[in-house]
């Protein structure tokens, strides 16, 4: 299957600053890339989509300004939280649209955010 | 919008059968699929269905009936490893198929 990768796996930061968090699709191009967030215990919350060339479509509730998402190539998608909070503190996955037949999302392997 | 609900929790034993069922209630649909999720990983696909109708794949099954908004995955000769939470998922007919995700069942397989 098609392989997505995320970088850093970890990262634990200070209060009021920024992390950017990477999602790359190692062995297609995807035009269509997706950002989740995942509280402990809880399902996977679409965040936005992000758009090869083009601006990231928000989900109702999502902050643009705080969650930056840039998609500069057809294999990297990036998110940036800005200014992060200690409740902006949950696991981040990343997904990649694989166009064809079935038409499926392969996800990375998440970022564990920690904001002290 | 888009409603779906999966039991939050379910035991079985090594070697049995699972059935664990999906309901969905959505504005749009374009498809259901399954992942596994272990703990502190991301989502692994494990099926797909958009006809009506039973999909095979090794020891998972996954069922979709579209006129009662229901979905089902089956898993056989259940093993330790299997114990995992498994994901509905339901693709709106959007341009960009999104996916709206239900909150998981958690399956726990006793020896």
């Known amino acids: 299957g098609a392989v997505v990768s995320q970088h850093p796996s970890r990262v634990i930061c200070k209060s009021g600053t920024s992390v950017k968090i990477e999602c790359r699709s190692l062995?297609?191009?995807?035009?269509?890339m997706f950002w989740y967030r995942q509280f402990p215990k809880q399902s996977l919350m679409l965040m936005a989509t992000?758009?090869?060339?083009?601006?990231?479509?928000?989900e109702q509730g999502v902050e643009k300004d705080k969650f930056l998402i840039n998609h500069a190539s057809l294999t990297l998608s990036t998110l940036t939280v800005t200014s992060a909070h200690p409740e902006d503190s949950s696991f981040y996955i990343c997904?990649?649209?694989?166009?064809?037949?079935?038409?499926?999302?392969?996800f990375g392997p998440g970022t564990r955010l920690t904001v002290l | 919008g888009q409603n779906i609900d999966q039991p939050t929790e379910m035991t079985a034993t090594e070697g049995a059968i699972v059935q664990i069922n999906c309901t969905y209630q959505?504005?749009?649909?374009?498809?259901l699929f399954w992942y596994q999720q272990h703990a502190g990983e991301a989502p692994t696909f494990l099926s797909y269905?958009?006809?009506?109708g039973l999909e095979e794949k090794g020891r998972f099954s996954s069922f979709l009936s579209r006129s009662k908004g229901y979905s089902y995955l089956l898993l056989k000769e259940l093993q330790m490893k299997d114990s995992a939470s498994y994901l509905c998922?339901?693709?709106?007919?959007?341009?960009?198929?999104?996916?709206?995700f239900g909150s998981g069942t958690q399956l726990t397989v006793l020896p």
């Open positions: 997904s990649a649209r694989v166009q064809g037949p079935t038409d499926t999302q392969y």
């Open positions: 062995d297609f191009q995807a035009t269509t």
């Open positions: 992000s758009n090869e060339g083009s601006k990231a479509t928000y």
């Open positions: 959505t504005s749009g649909f374009n498809g």
């Open positions: 269905n958009v006809l009506d």
């Open positions: 998922a339901v693709r709106d007919e959007g341009s960009a198929r999104q996916l709206t």
